[in-house]
Structures are given as C-alpha cells and as structure tokens.
C-alpha cells in the first residue's frame, strides 16, 4: 500500500454539507513544503517533479483546504487535465456520452480525495452538480474545452501539464479572472505527446515566467518521492528513457 504522505482529520471533512471546514495538509519534505508555501502566497504557482513527490496529490490537497477555509472566498474547484493517453497507447474513442468520457480524466481525482476523505458519499457529492447552480463543486475539464471559460472566485489545478503546448498552456494562463488560484503541475521528462521537453508547455511556462510577478516556481527532486522508497533507484536506471 502506498504510504500516505498527507493527514487531515477525516472527522470534520466527511459531512455532505457545504459549511467550510478545516482541512489540514501536512508535507513531509522541505521540496513539499516549499511547494505548499507557494501555493499559499502566490496566484499561480508552477511545480515540476518526479513521480511519487506528491505534485497531484498536494495541489489537490491545497485546493481542498482553500475551498474548505471557513474563511475562504473561493466557490469552486476546477481541475483541468489533457486528454492524452499514456505513452502512446492509444484505447480508441470511448462509448457512452460526456460523463462517460470524462470517466478517465476524474478517477485520478477520486483517487487523490481519497487520501484525505473516507466517506465516498461525499467525494461523490464533490464531483456532482449541485441544486444551487447545477455544476459540481470540483469540475474536471479536458484541456479542449477550456476557450471561452473565465475563472472567477475558484482554485484551479492543472494537472499532467506537461502534456500540454505552449499554446493550450498560453490559452490555459488567459483564462484566470478574479480571485483565482491557480496550481500547475506536472513532469517535465514524462510528456506523452513531445520527446522533446522544450517543446512542452510546462517547460516552456517554467522558462517564461521565472521573474514574473506573483507566481512561483517550484521542483520536486528524488528525496522528495514519498509514494515509495523503490521509485528513486528504479527512475535512476531509467534515466537514459524519456516519457515513462
């Protein structure tokens, strides 16, 4: 079993209301807590690392405690993720209608809530639309349908990132509206779609915005994996493999 690299107290989170609260997120490294701390102070924080530093799985949690704080002013969780298969494997178009479609691109999202929430009813209740507005209060988004969108009011993690283009991750970047937070992460050696890093939109952003005002940049390195001692000597004997 993965070890679980975040607590928070299951107790005060499993409630299927929509009162706030409190909802701790404890990393456990100093690459980890520096990304927590970006997150905190900055409006979109940028963050690159290998697999098994907890990239998704503290973006998730940060957006949850944002939402969560009893005085926070965001509504809402977006989640905005490419549709692309892993190293090429391709499984044809899926049956079914959007939801169906959407199936893939969320239960990496459950599976992350998971490890903060253990009453499935009320990650269910996260992830289905509401009777006030009838949209869910975490929404994933495949990167396609982002033209068009603002985000206002809300925290907004972009997950995989490096399987985006300097494009999508330009358009991706004008979409932020008022009070927006933003998080953006992902592997820079582990695109699907570009063999070169340079070309990804992750690197691309990470070179770009290095002295822009109000946004961090962040790297999560080898003695920041926490999913499992074994996954720093395998990637060592994998360096010379691009996209794994």
């Known amino acids: 079993m993965a070890r679980r690299i975040i607590k928070a107290s299951s107790s005060k989170i499993v409630k299927k209301t929509k009162q706030r609260h409190e909802f701790n ?15 905190e102070t900055n409006v979109v924080t940028l963050c690159s690392g290998f697999a098994g530093t907890g990239k ?9 405690k944002l939402y969560q704080d009893k005085e926070s002013k965001f509504s809402k969780i977006f989640v905005v993720r490419p549709a692309i298969e892993a190293c090429g494997e391709q499984i044809g178009y899926l049956p079914g209608g959007l939801s169906d479609k959407m199936r893939p691109l969320i239960q990496p999202i459950v599976d992350n809530l998971r490890f903060f929430i253990q009453d499935e009813g009320y990650i269910s209740s996260l992830l289905e639309p509401t009777s006030s507005n009838g949209a869910p209060i975490i929404e ?12 206002n009011n809300c925290v907004v993690v972009f997950d995989e990132a490096q399987n ?3 494009q999508q991750m330009k358009l991706f970047l ?11 992460e992902g592997d820079v050696t582990q695109s699907d779609r570009f063999r070169d890093r340079k070309l990804n939109g992750l690197f691309d952003a990470i070179k770009r915005l ?3 005002p109000n946004v961090g940049i962040v790297a999560l390195e080898a003695q920041d994996i926490q999913r499992s ?6 990637l060592e004997r994998y360096e010379d493999v691009d996209g794994v």
């Open 229 to 234: 001692p074994i996954i720093g000597p395998i």
């Open 210 to 212: 290095e002295d822009c």
């Open 25 to 39: 997120v404890k990393p456990q490294t100093d690459g980890q807590r520096a990304y927590v701390q970006s997150i």
């Open 164 to 166: 985006s283009s300097p």
């Open 140 to 151: 994933v988004i495949p990167m396609g349908y982002l033209r068009g969108r603002t985000f």
């Open 174 to 184: 004008t979409r932020i509206g008022k009070n927006c937070k933003v998080i953006i």
């Open 56 to 64: 998704t799985l503290l973006a998730i949690g940060m957006a949850m």
